[in-house]
């Protein structure tokens, strides 16, 4: 079966720190893997998605960037956070062309102080 | 692009009441899904919605696709405490490497 592993869990750094989350997924080839950031416990923020080793596309103009180095790896990255980067980031994944919806990862919590 | 509107934002309710929330959107999905995100937690999939007018159940979860493909409701029968969380409605459409749309959620609160 396939398993997303996301992690840490909770992650606190101070202002102008860099940052490096990482998510792999098992038990699937080819995935497309997804970056968001959530908020105050609210809405779903796309970040990157990608779909395919190399490349990443960028939903929003911000602090951070995305890499895919292997297949079912996805790294979120920053060279110096922003208080403003504090939140929620969730990894996803979902099968290629196909309408099967997302599997999530459990989250890291980051503050940024 | 495409936006789902999501209702209500927010429900404090009685433990045993129903509950029903929805999404519409301006633009057509092939896949409504719904969400559930515990506290501090990743959502989770409940009901996967694939034909318009499909209704589909999961325990006390009633999900329905609708007809014209631009709504979807959610109703929890009665409710109990765990089923606290935030509630997203996705659509998914074959388009754009299948990316979904999701609502800005509906945050449950269940009073024991």
């Known amino acids: 079966s396939q398993t997303i592993h996301q992690w840490p869990a909770t992650l606190v750094q101070p202002v102008g720190s860099p940052l490096s989350l990482e998510c792999t997924v098992e038990?699937?080839?080819?995935?497309?893997l997804y970056w968001y950031r959530q908020a105050a416990g609210r809405g779903l923020q796309l970040l990157f998605y990608?779909?395919?080793?190399?490349?990443i596309s960028s939903e929003v103009p911000q602090n951070l960037s995305a890499s895919r180095p292997q297949d079912r790896q996805f790294i979120l990255s920053s060279k110096k956070l922003l208080l403003s980067d504090s939140g929620f980031y969730l990894c996803?994944?979902?099968?290629?062309?196909?309408?099967?919806?997302?599997?999530f990862g459990s989250g890291t919590r980051l503050t940024v102080v | 692009g495409q936006q789902l509107n999501q209702s209500p934002q927010s429900m404090f309710i009685q433990e045993g009441e129903d509950v029903s929330m929805n999404c519409t959107s301006s633009?057509?999905?092939?896949?409504w899904l719904w969400y559930k995100q515990d506290p501090g937690e990743g959502p989770v999939l409940l009901i996967a919605?694939?034909?318009?007018?499909e209704l589909t159940s999961n325990g006390r979860l009633t999900a329905q696709f609708g007809i014209t493909r631009k709504d979807s409701f959610l109703n929890i029968s009665a409710s109990i405490p765990s089923d606290v969380g935030i509630y997203f409605c996705?659509?998914?459409?074959?388009?754009?490497?299948?990316?979904?749309?999701f609502g800005k959620g509906t945050l449950l609160t269940v009073n024991p």
């Open positions: 996803a994944w979902s099968v290629a062309n196909r309408n099967y919806g997302y599997t």
């Open positions: 038990g699937t080839s080819n995935p497309n």
């Open positions: 990608s779909v395919g080793i190399g490349q």
């Open positions: 633009s057509i999905f092939n896949t």
């Open positions: 919605l694939y034909k318009a007018g």
């Open positions: 996705a659509g998914q459409s074959g388009g754009s490497n299948y990316k979904l749309t």
